[in-house]
């Protein structure tokens, strides 16, 4: 008899060489195509925010969202498609969140021989991601532990990046915070949903993290904090946070877990502080 997890599927290659070359193409193009920056104010919870918005995070942005489209359509394809929680949303988060990480970290490289190298390693990446997400669709499929693990260190190094990014930026509190509050819940959410959690109970989990990493975001603001520090802080209270959701849906928080939560939040915090400090 064959075992239940001896199936493997793979994406078309058709479609994952398209996707590939969107993925270049776009990436190109941010580099040549220069859009004017604008600035926007409005008033958030009471707060007045005001900010630029940088033509090259606009056009990230909508590479981002080319990435997103790339991943609905491969997951579409897939035989089990119909099955998989949330539909194919959730499969959109990685793939988008990834793209504009790599993005940001194109444009810090001079235009030359390293940004082509570049270019091509975060190409062969996304496309490592997208068969990833296509990989966790079938939860019998022989690589899907792999696959899942994968993704997990992902969510966890994009938080990193990303929380990092926005208290690098500058950006008023409201503006920042709630940025931090969404990327967070969808993140968590994504995690959830690897765990085998269901969409709707998932969300309601997924935003209470988002809403607790969010107001430190907010707090964080008004501490003369390093980029990296920041990102240490909210990435060691985003692991606990998810930690004791996932350990309270599994069968309960235990002392014993108490205590390792609790020692490796400590560790993270005494590394966050130490890196927090201005020099």
């Known amino acids: 008899m064959t075992p239940?997890?001896?199936?493997?599927y793979f994406p078309n290659q058709d479609r994952l060489s398209v996707i590939?070359?969107?993925i270049l193409l776009a990436y190109t193009l941010t580099r040549f195509v220069d859009i004017p920056t604008?600035?926007?104010?409005?008033?958030l919870?009471?707060?007045?925010?005001?900010?630029?918005?940088?033509?090259?995070?606009?056009?990230?942005?909508?590479?981002a969202a080319l990435i997103s489209t790339g991943s609905d359509t491969l997951i579409r394809s897939h035989p089990k498609s119909e099955s998989t929680a949330g539909g194919t949303v959730?499969?959109?988060i990685l793939p988008g969140a990834s793209a504009?990480?790599?993005g940001l970290l194109l444009n810090l490289a001079p235009l030359g021989p390293v940004w082509w190298i570049g270019l091509s390693i975060s190409a062969l990446f996304l496309v490592l991601v997208l068969v990833a997400e296509y990989t966790v669709v079938e939860p019998n499929d022989r690589a899907y532990q792999a696959a899942a693990f994968g993704l997990t260190a992902l969510t966890y190094i994009i938080a990193l990046a990303l929380f990092s990014w926005l208290r690098y930026t500058s950006t008023r509190a409201a503006l920042s915070g709630t940025t931090t509050a969404f990327l967070a819940t969808v993140l968590s959410l994504r995690l959830l949903?690897?765990?085998?959690?269901?969409f709707l109970r998932g969300s309601v989990y997924a935003s209470v993290v988002g809403l607790v990493v969010g107001e430190t975001m907010w707090a964080l603001n008004y501490w003369r904090v390093t980029p990296i520090g920041a990102g240490l802080l909210l990435l060691v209270q985003f692991y606990i946070l998810h930690g004791l959701v996932q350990q309270h849906l599994i069968g309960g928080i235990?002392?014993?877990?108490?205590?390792?939560f609790a020692v490796v939040g400590l560790i993270g915090v005494v590394i966050a502080i130490t890196l927090a400090a201005p020099r």
Do not use: C, D, K, Y
Request: aromatic share 6%; proline share 2%; glycine share 10%.
């Open 20 to 22: 590939t070359a969107v």
């Open 38 to 43: 604008r600035e926007i104010s409005a008033t």
């Open 193 to 198: 949903l690897l765990s085998g959690l269901s």
């Open 100 to 102: 504009l990480g790599l």
């Open 90 to 92: 959730p499969h959109w």
């Open 4 to 8: 239940s997890n001896s199936v493997r």
């Open 254 to 260: 235990t002392r014993r877990m108490i205590v390792e």
């Open 45 to 63: 919870f009471g707060s007045s925010i005001g900010f630029e918005l940088n033509g090259q995070i606009i056009i990230l942005a909508i590479v």
